[in-house]
């Protein structure tokens, strides 16, 4: 049984930090592109950042460019979302998910973890 549990979320005000973890079970991790994804209230689920399961090359989405990191610890089967300079607008459910190889769509996803950025 697959699962992906986040941690790390939490209310922070605006120009704060904090850190989402992500932590996999039941998969062959390294196996596995990561990815974050967000979700505001009222809007779309948007992918933020990812990370290659091979290279580790990254990939981030305008909005978060220059103030967010992906990094992943294969050994511990856990992927971190660094976020800095947080903005009001960041304000989201985070969700991490799995997706085998990178080929097609995300294979699996986390239960989210809540991040409110106040003004």
């Known amino acids: 049984q697959v699962q992906l549990v986040e941690s790390g979320g939490g209310l922070v005000q605006a120009g704060g930090s904090l850190r989402l973890s992500c932590t996999a079970s039941?998969?062959?991790?390294?196996?596995?592109?990561m990815g974050w994804f967000r979700q505001a209230p009222g809007k779309g689920r948007e992918l933020v950042a990812s990370?290659?399961?091979?290279?580790?090359?990254?990939y981030y989405a305008d909005p978060v460019k220059g103030r967010f990191t992906i990094s992943r610890d294969n050994p511990k089967n856990t992927v971190y979302l660094r976020a800095d300079s947080l903005k009001p607008e960041d304000t989201a459910v985070y969700y991490c998910?799995?997706?085998?190889?990178?080929?097609?769509?995300?294979?699996?996803w986390g239960q989210g973890a809540q991040v409110t950025v106040s003004s």
């Open positions: 990370i290659n399961w091979s290279t580790g090359s990254t």
């Open positions: 998910a799995a997706n085998y190889r990178g080929l097609g769509q995300y294979n699996y």
């Open positions: 039941g998969l062959d991790f390294s196996k596995y592109a």
